[in-house]
Nanobody, 115 residues
Framework: QVQLVESGGGLVQAGGSLRLSCAASETILSINVMGWYRQAPGKLREAVALITSGGSKNYADSVKGRFTISRDYAKNTMYLQMNSLKPEDTAVYYC?????????WGQGTQVTVSS
């Protein structure tokens, strides 16, 4: 069972940047889709950015052009570079690993963007 640990969250002013990391306890080569999700207070969890095993990337419309998802196989780590942050990006950000038949979640990291 893979364990996912997010880091990199924090408090930042609007317009600032953060880079989130998701470190996996084992190789990420066999993961079909890895992704970042977020959940703001009172809202449903939503997909922010996804990357497939083939390297295809998908982004929520609200973050296109501002966020970039990437991964490092050597470090078994996925990243989310977040630029031009807005107050509406405030949420708990979760890492997800989808193997197809099952999936795993990290514990989440808080991102707070002040106006």
């Amino acid at each position: 069972q893979v364990q996912l640990v997010e880091s990199g969250g924090g408090l930042v002013q609007a317009g600032g940047s953060l880079r989130l990391s998701c470190a996996a306890s084992e190789t990420i080569l066999s993961i079909n889709v890895m992704g970042w999700y977020r959940q703001a207070p009172g809202k449903l969890r939503e997909a922010v950015a996804l990357i497939t095993s083939g390297g295809s990337k998908n982004y929520a419309d609200s973050v296109k052009g501002r966020f970039t998802i990437s991964r490092d196989y050597a470090k078994n780590t996925m990243y989310l570079q977040m630029n031009s942050l807005k107050p509406e990006d405030t949420a708990v950000y979760y890492c997800n690993a989808d193997y197809g038949r099952y999936e795993y979640w990290g514990q989440g990291t808080q991102v707070t963007v002040s106006s």
